[in-house]
C-alpha cells in the first residue's frame, strides 16, 4: 500500500495550505522530506499540520524565520503566484525556488521582470487536482503518476532543473520538461477550454429546465468539471487569456463546419467523429501503458450494505483480475449497475462464478482503455 | 437481484437485434412477456436469441408470418426507422407500432406523408446506450430507471399511448411524455451536441499529439463520448439537423462570449461558471431523488487480485453503505486510488475502520451527488 515513489531526504517550504499544498506536503514526508508549512490563514495552516502535511510556520509573511530549505514551492492562488516567488527569490529562503501554477508564462514574465534572468527559479505545474479546494481533500496519493510539467526558464541551471524533478519524482508523479509557452499552449487545449465548455454545456440547461430530465450518463461526465469554482477558474482563464482564446477558436472553427456545412452534414459528421477516435487513441493507456483491449462484465447490484463486499469476494474467489470498474446510476430506483472490465480471456470465467453465486450479470463489449 | 418493475405478459415483435432490441427482449422476457425478434441479419439474430432475448422470426421481412402482437418496437438504424414503421403499420402485424429512434420529429413526419393520421402509432425513445454496438453488448439492466420519451403524434388514441407505457414500465425505465418537437429539441441539448463536443475536443489532440501526455481525467470524462461510432451519429445528426444547428449555435455564442469580452474576460467567465453551478444542480440527484450531500473517503488500491475484495469486505465489516465510487486511474504507476461516497456522518467511522486495517485512507471533500 505504500508508494513505489524514490525517497527524498531535503528540507521543503511550501507557501499556501490548500488542497494542492497540502497533498505535496503530504507526499513529500511520506517519502522522507522535512516540510514546513506557510499560510495566511491561520485556521487552515492548523488544519494542514494537524494532517500530516508539515511544521506550520507562523510568521506573517514567509522567509528565513521559517528556516533555511533546500526547495520552496509557492502553492497559493493563481494571481498571487508571481509575487510570492519573487520575495521568497528576494530573501534568499530556499536554494531553488518554484510554483504549481495552472499557468506558466505570465509566472515567469513577472518574475523577469522584477528580478531580470534568474538561475534558481524553475516553474512545475502537477497535472492534478479535484473538484474541491482547501486542505480538507487532501491526499498523498493526489500527486501519484500523474504528469508534473516542470518549466524552466533559459536563464535555470541544470542543478535548480534538477531539485525541483527530484521532489516530482518523490512525490510519484512522472516529470515532463516542457517551456512555459508550450505548457500553457497544450493546457489551454487539454484542461482549460474542457472546463469553459463544461461550464457552457451545463449552463444550457438553465435555460431548459425540461432537459435536465432527458440527461443521460454522457452528459453527467461533460458537465462534471463544471462544479469546480469560480475564482479559480476565472483567475487561470484570465492568466493564459490568449491561448485559450486561440484554443476556444479552434473548438468553434470545428463546431462551426458542422453547423454551417448545409450541403454535406454528413460528411462533416462522420469526418469529426473519426478525428475524435484519432485522438482518443493518442491517450495514454491505464498505467501510462499502451492502449489495451479489454472485455466487460455488467453486474446488476443493490444498494444494501454489504452488496459490493460480497461481489468483490465472490470475484477475489474466482482468480480474476478487476482492471477497472463504474458504477451507473439510474435515476429513479435504488439500484445500479456495475461495469467490470477485465482480460478478455478471463470473461467467461467470471461471468460462469458470478452466475453460480446467483448474480445477475452479463458480458458486455470489448473496449479500449 | 431482481427487478422492481411491473409483470408484462403481451406478446412483442422487437425489429432489430442490436444492443438497444436486445437488451429490450431480456427486459420484456424478465417481465414475463413473449418476444420475437427480427433481423436482417441472421448471425446477430442467432446471437440475440441465444442470449435469451425472444424468439428468432426467421422471415425475409418482419410481417404476419411472424405471428400477430400486442406491440412492435421498430430498433433498426436511424435512417431506416421509419420505413419499417409504415411497413408494419401496413400490414397490421401488431395492434401499436413503436421505435427507440434518437430523433423523433422526421420519423413522425414520414410515417404522416406515408399514411396520413395514424391512431396506433406512438414513438419512443429510452435515453440509455453504450458505447457500443450489437447484441454481445445487451444488458437486461440497461433499460432500468433510465428515462424512456413517449411522443404520440396528436391522432394517437390513448390506449395506443397506455400500450407503450406498460412496457415501458416493464422494463424498470421512467416514461417521460412529450411532443416529438420538443424531444428532439432537448435532445439535441443533452445528447447530441454534447457529443459531437466530445469528438471535436478529442480531435485537436490529433493536430497536437504533445498535449495527450499532459491530458488528466477531466479530459478522459470530456472525451468519453468520443468512442461512439461515426456511422450512428452522422445519421443522428443528419435527422435533428436543424435542432443540432440551433443547439451549436446557444453554446457557440457561450463561448464566443468568453472568446470576445476583451474588455471584461475575468466577469465573462465568472458568470459562466456560475450559471454552469446553476445547470448542474438541475440534473437529478442518484437514482432520481432530490440532489443529498455525501462526504468522500480516498482509499489507495493495488491492483493485485483480490485488493478490491478485501477493501469492500473491510467496508462491510464497518457497517457503513457506499453510496458511489469511482476509480481515478494513475499513468505510469500499477496503482490507482478509489473514491467512496458515504453518508457525511458515517465518513469518520469508516476512515477509522479502515486505517485499522492497514489501508491508507484520507478523507476527501463534502460533494453533491
Known amino acids: 500500500m505504500t508508494a513505489a515513489a524514490p525517497p527524498w531526504t531535503g528540507r521543503l517550504l511550501i507557501v499556501g495550505a490548500g488542497l494542492m499544498g497540502t497533498s505535496l506536503g503530504l507526499a513529500v514526508r511520506r517519502a522522507g522530506g522535512t516540510v514546513h508549512l506557510h499560510d495566511r490563514d491561520p485556521e487552515r495552516l492548523r488544519l494542514a499540520e494537524s494532517l500530516g502535511a508539515g511544521e506550520a510556520c507562523a510568521q506573517a509573511t514567509p522567509g528565513p524565520a521559517c528556516g533555511s530549505f533546500d526547495l520552496a514551492v509557492v502553492a497559493v492562488p493563481p494571481r498571487q503566484v508571481a509575487a510570492v516567488c519573487v520575495e521568497l527569490l528576494r530573501c534568499g529562503v530556499a536554494d531553488v525556488v518554484s510554483h504549481i501554477a495552472s499557468v506558466q508564462t505570465n509566472v515567469q514574465d513577472e518574475v523577469e521582470t522584477e528580478l531580470g534572468a534568474v538561475a534558481n527559479f524553475v516553474g512545475g505545474h502537477p497535472v492534478a487536482g479535484r473538484e474541491t479546494t482547501g486542505p480538507a481533500g487532501a491526499d498523498a496519493g493526489l500527486l501519484h503518476a500523474r504528469p508534473w510539467a516542470v518549466c524552466p526558464p533559459p536563464s535555470a541551471t541544470p542543478d535548480a532543473v534538477e531539485a525541483l524533478v527530484g521532489l516530482v519524482r518523490a512525490t510519484g508523479a512522472v516529470p515532463v520538461q516542457l517551456t512555459a509557452r508550450a505548457h500553457d499552449d497544450l493546457l489551454a487545449l487539454v484542461s482549460h477550454v474542457p472546463q469553459l465548455v463544461a461550464s457552457a454545456l451545463a ?33 487561470i482563464v484570465e492568466a493564459n487569456a490568449p491561448a485559450v482564446r486561440a484554443s476556444l477558436e479552434a473548438l468553434i472553427a470545428q463546431l462551426d463546419r458542422i453547423r454551417g456545412d448545409a450541403d454535406a452534414p454528413a460528411d462533416a459528421v462522420g469526418d469529426l467523429v473519426e478525428r475524435g477516435h484519432a485522438g482518443r487513441a493518442l491517450l495514454p493507456g491505464k498505467h501510462g501503458r499502451p492502449v489495451r483491449v479489454w472485455a466487460s462484465v455488467l453486474v446488476v447490484i443493490t444498494d444494501e450494505p454489504g452488496s459490493l463486499a460480497r461481489l468483490f469476494a ?25 461495469e467490470l472490465a477485465v482480460a478478455p480471456g478471463d470473461r467467461d470465467r467470471l461471468l460462469e462464478a458470478l452466475a453460480g453465486r446467483g448474480w445477475s450479470a452479463v458480458a458486455g463489449a470489448e473496449a479500449q482503455r
Chains 1, 2 share one sequence.
Open 203 to 235: 449552463a444550457t440547461l438553465t435555460d431548459h429546465p425540461g432537459a435536465a430530465a432527458l440527461a443521460g450518463p454522457g452528459f453527467r461526465d461533460m458537465t462534471r468539471l463544471a462544479d469546480s469554482p469560480a475564482q479559480m477558474w476565472t483567475e
Open 314 to 338: 465472490d470475484i477475489a474467489d474466482s482468480g480474476v483480475n478487476v482492471e477497472d470498474l463504474r458504477i451507473e446510476h439510474a435515476p429513479g430506483q435504488p439500484r445500479g449497475a456495475i
